[in-house]
């Protein structure tokens, strides 16, 4: 059977050079080498604020600046803070989330008929600068330059733990801000309830990126409130409470459930029953220190291993659990489901992940990989498909392909988890015959024609390394009339293939190929690739490279076409080039997920050594740490 090339590849790129060991070692806190504000400059799109290894919570600062940068709600090269929300995405191209807004003010707060959220949120918020900021895994902290509040995080797996310590001066106000919202997110229905003198409950109903997101929630005071305003600022669904207080400082534990305000009480209560931040944020700090500790490696280079392991903090931070304590969830048609003995997740950003997160998770997340496929296979069960890019309890159908399949293949294939198999198989056979963006021409012509489908040679090349996944699970469990037509069908790269140009091309309905032709062009969604182009795109058969390399002529022909790659003076061309493209060598883009394979492509054609070159290229120039230390959002 060919060799599949799912590869961790941090793991290879930044581990390979460094020696590994399993006797004991000198003890040390792997979390000091955990620096969260690498990946916030740039497009690294990542957060700095509290998260528990794939909790409920992630407790951190935003912007309120609407961008593509801060789709995580928070940038390097801002100074403001709008608000400290609930739930943040982490090194996404799409923003969303943000739920759930706390922010202190120590000055009179009005509530004015009409306003803007946007013009009240920017009447209140924070000032501060990078040298009122720290973080490490599980806690974050900042001192408000204009107000002189420190206001400080850390969380548990279910629940989020604020303390804020305000100055002498002023009055002690906590705003809860339901109407806040980044990217297109819009709250369409928002409640704020004053449950007694230290119980506030409510929920926030938002449509965004994902379409019906629910965010029920209950926040716990440390002293009585003494004295609260509610209003709608900015219209319907934009509910806005002042909470004031009495004592300097003020705590606030919250937790949050997509299915009910109840749910969200006994997530708070049964995770965070006591008061002790520290002790809190102590635990928070354990459990990343337990979880880092999965990989282990020896170097006296400190700046290597911050870069390492703040990456494998970043490969934790999600998934993230969905289910509540009692199990229960919101499904995708907006009903309540209920996990029964598995953790249900959300966040599966599969076109990005199941390449080399995924399986990397095969090697130190065994049960929580037996946990995501049961999440994948209950998606199935609710809606005939697995999911695609699921975010918070809704399918966005965001990106190309059906990645849940090689997920669920390479559990089966390892043999992890205790899933059902046939169950398995049938929901990847039924993802892979549903006739969703040009699979029915897909199966019918052997390729998506250009002229019907957009980003049809992506899209192909992506579905065909899913056919060759369900094939090898057929194969493994005796389905040989499956084996052999996915098989087949896994070989549709063929039909791309350019002879006389030797690229990969879009072709149309009457088998023609498209016009013109540059290799270097791309226009983000708008052309044959997807956030790529030809010479990217070229490389995108990790399941069979020996036909690949067949294609382009032999060995030494493949490699010398590989090796243009990474020697193009203009490796991108267009005005509306894909911002994704980053990381550049040549026209090979490190910054984005489909050519992440390419470098180890030497390998098979008898250049190892210039997979080692490059591999140790990209570790030390692609990878830093600073703000700006990760090359793309990725």
Excluded at 179 to 185: H, Q, R, T, V, Y
Excluded at 476 to 482: A, F, H, Q, V, Y
Aim: aromatic content about 12%; overall charge negative; glycine content about 10%.
């Amino acid at each position: 059977m060919r060799s599949f090339i799912l590869l961790s590849m941090f793991v290879l790129l930044m581990a390979s050079c460094m020696k590994t060991t399993t006797n004991a070692i000198q003890e040390e806190r792997l979390t000091n080498f955990v620096d969260p504000f690498i990946g916030t400059g740039f497009h690294g799109h990542t957060y700095p604020g509290a998260s528990y290894p794939f909790g409920q919570i992630q407790l951190s600062p935003d912007n309120g600046t609407q961008g593509w940068d801060w789709c995580s709600g928070y940038h390097y090269s801002d100074s403001v803070v709008a608000g400290f929300s609930h739930l943040h995405l982490s090194g996404t191209g799409i923003g969303d989330l943000a739920d759930i807004s706390f922010l202190p003010v120590t000055g009179e707060v009005t509530l004015q008929e009409g306003e803007q959220n946007a013009d009240f949120v920017k009447r209140y918020a924070g000032k501060y600068t990078h040298a009122d900021e720290s973080a490490q895994p599980g806690y974050y902290a900042v001192t408000l330059k204009n107000n002189g509040v420190k206001a400080e995080f850390t969380v548990t797996e279910r629940a989020g733990l604020h303390r804020y310590s305000f100055p002498k001066e002023g009055e002690h106000n906590l705003l809860i801000n339901l109407g806040f919202a980044i990217n297109w997110d819009k709250p369409y229905q928002t409640t704020l309830n004053i449950a007694d003198s230290t119980l506030v409950t409510g929920s926030r109903l938002s449509k965004g990126w994902a379409a019906d997101q629910h965010v029920y929630f209950a926040a716990r005071f440390s002293q009585p409130i003494s004295a609260s305003q509610i209003a709608n600022v900015g219209g319907e669904g934009r509910t806005v409470g002042i909470l004031k207080f009495k004592d300097q400082q003020v705590m606030v534990k919250v937790g949050i459930s997509s299915v009910s305000v109840e749910n969200a009480l006994a997530n708070l209560d049964g995770s965070l029953p006591g008061w002790d931040f520290e002790a809190t944020q102590k635990a928070a700090s354990d459990a990343w220190e337990k979880e880092l500790a999965r990989i282990r490696i020896e170097s006296t280079d400190s700046i290597q291993k911050t870069i390492f392991y703040t990456s494998l903090y970043h490969t934790m931070v999600a998934p993230a659990l969905f289910s509540d304590s009692n199990g229960e969830f919101k499904g995708v048609k907006g009903d309540k489901q209920k996990a029964e003995g598995y953790n249900r997740y959300t966040v599966f950003s599969l076109w990005d992940t199941y390449r080399a997160l995924h399986p990397l998770y095969t090697l130190t997340q065994q049960a929580r990989v037996n946990d995501m496929v049961k999440s994948m296979l209950d998606n199935y069960k609710q809606t005939g498909i697995l999911p695609v890019w699921e975010l918070e309890g809704n399918e966005t159908f965001c990106m190309v392909g059906n990645h849940s399949i090689p997920v669920i293949a390479e559990a089966i294939l390892k043999g992890i988890g205790d899933f059902d198999h046939q169950l398995a198989f049938e929901a990847m056979k039924a993802t892979s015959m549903n006739d969703r963006d040009g699979m029915g021409l897909y199966d019918k012509l052997g390729y998506m024609p250009a002229d019907k489908i957009q980003q049809s040679v992506a899209k192909s090349l992506e579905v065909a390394i899913d056919d060759w996944c369900v094939a090898a699970v057929a194969q493994k469990l005796g389905k040989t009339e499956d084996a052999a037509y996915f098989a087949k069908r896994a070989e549709s790269f063929k039909a791309y293939f350019d002879k006389e140009t030797g690229f990969m091309r879009g072709k149309l309905s009457n088998g023609q190929w498209t016009t013109p032709f540059d290799p270097a062009f791309s226009n983000h969604h708008g052309s044959d690739y997807t956030e790529g182009n030809g010479w990217q795109y070229l490389w995108l058969v990790p399941q069979n490279v020996n036909g690949l390399i067949e294609l382009l002529g032999g060995k030494e022909p493949f490699a010398d076409k590989l090796e243009q790659l990474f020697n193009v003076e203009e490796g991108v061309k267009g005005e509306e080039a894909s911002n994704d493209i980053t990381g550049l060598i040549g026209a090979y883009a490190h910054g984005n997920e489909p050519g992440h394979h390419t470098t180890f492509l030497f390998n098979y054609a008898g250049r190892a050594w210039r997979t080692q070159e490059l591999n140790r290229k990209i570790q030390t120039e692609m990878y830093t740490n600073t703000p700006e230390g990760i090359c793309g959002n990725e």
